[in-house]
C-alpha cells in the first residue's frame, strides 16, 4: 500500500469536524491516519463560519497539516449534512420572504436528518448577500490561517459545487 512515504491506494473520509472537540482532534486524526486515511472532506456549515468561536476549523487543518493529511473543504451549502438546519442559519431559514416555494405555491422543506425546516430561496436578495458574505467569511479565515502558521493550507483544497442547488427538483414535477 505505501510506497516510500507516498499511499497509492489513499483513503478518503468525510469528517464532521465541528462534531470533534478540541481536545480529541490530535488523537482523532492519528486514529484516523493509523488505519490508512491520508485524505478528508468536510463541509463546511455556513453557520459554523458564522459563529465558531472555539475555532475548531483552524484547530482541524492544524491539527491535519501536522500530520501531513490533505483536507478538501466544502464550502457550498449541503442540504443534509449533520448539522441542524443543514448548517444554514437559523434567522435565515425562518423568515418568510426567504422561503423556496414550488410549482404550486408551496414551500420546499427539507427533512433531512437532524431536523426538518424550509429551504431558503435562492432568488431571496437576502439569500445572495448572506451566501456572497459567508464566502468571503472563509476567504478571510483562509487568509487568515495562512498568516498565523506556516504551511497550514498547503494540504487544503476549497470545493465549491452545485449540490444545494439539486434540491429544487421536485420528483413530482419530473
Aim: include cysteine; charge should be neutral; hydrophobic fraction near 40%.
Amino acid at each position: 500500500m505505501f510506497r516510500g512515504e507516498v499511499n497509492t491506494h489513499p483513503i478518503q473520509l468525510l469528517v464532521n469536524y465541528w462534531e470533534i472537540s478540541p481536545s480529541r482532534m490530535g488523537p482523532h486524526l492519528d486514529d484516523l491516519l493509523c488505519k490508512g486515511a491520508t485524505h478528508m472532506a468536510s463541509f463546511v456549515p455556513w453557520h459554523v463560519v458564522e459563529t465558531d468561536i472555539s475555532h475548531r476549523l483552524f484547530k482541524f487543518l492544524q491539527a491535519a497539516a501536522q500530520r501531513k493529511m490533505t483536507v478538501s473543504l466544502i464550502v457550498s451549502p449541503e442540504l443534509g449534512i449533520h448539522y441542524t438546519n443543514s448548517g444554514l442559519p437559523k434567522d435565515f431559514v425562518t423568515k418568510k420572504e426567504n422561503t423556496a416555494i414550488d410549482s404550486k405555491g408551496a414551500a420546499v422543506l427539507s427533512h433531512l436528518h437532524p431536523n426538518s425546516f424550509q429551504v431558503p430561496s435562492l432568488f431571496s436578495v437576502d439569500f445572495s448577500k448572506r451566501y456572497y458574505s459567508f464566502l468571503s467569511r472563509v476567504d478571510t479565515l483562509m487568509a487568515d490561517f495562512g498568516r498565523s502558521e506556516e504551511g497550514i493550507l498547503e494540504g487544503v483544497t476549497l470545493v465549491l459545487t452545485g449540490s444545494f442547488w439539486k434540491y429544487y427538483r421536485s420528483a413530482k414535477d419530473s
